[in-house]
């Protein structure tokens, strides 16, 4: 299977702004789709957004607006811009489509 790393994580403050990166070690994984999820402390994994083969995005109403995913085939990496952050958005974030593993993950911490 295909190894992500994902980065990009940080402390912010309640409005601020992140991006997010998941780069693939195969070639064209990306391309097939890929989602972004997060894991709160206490609370299950929840996909957040999802970018289709064909770009189609999806988005779980609670970052509808805020979040945007986008991807760059040529360097088979996949990104997400996290705008107005909130104290609710504080999560360790992983990516994943079906041919790759599960990363390590970026944390993310927001403070009102």
């Known amino acids: 299977q295909v190894q992500v790393v994902e980065s990009g994580g940080g402390s912010v403050q309640s409005g601020g702004s992140l991006r997010l990166s998941c780069a693939a070690s195969g070639s064209s994984v990306v391309s097939y789709g890929m989602n972004w999820y997060r894991q709160a402390p206490g609370k299950e994994r929840e996909v957040v957004a999802t970018?289709?083969?064909?770009?189609?995005?999806h988005y779980v109403e609670s970052v509808e607006g805020r979040f945007t995913i986008s991807r760059d085939n040529a360097k088979n990496t996949v990104y997400l811009q996290m705008n107005n952050l909130e104290p609710e958005d504080t999560a360790v974030y992983y990516c994943?489509?079906?041919?790759?593993?599960w990363g390590k993950g970026t944390l993310v911490t927001v403070s009102s």
């Open positions: 994943k489509n079906g041919l790759t593993t």
């Open positions: 970018i289709m083969h064909d770009d189609r995005t």
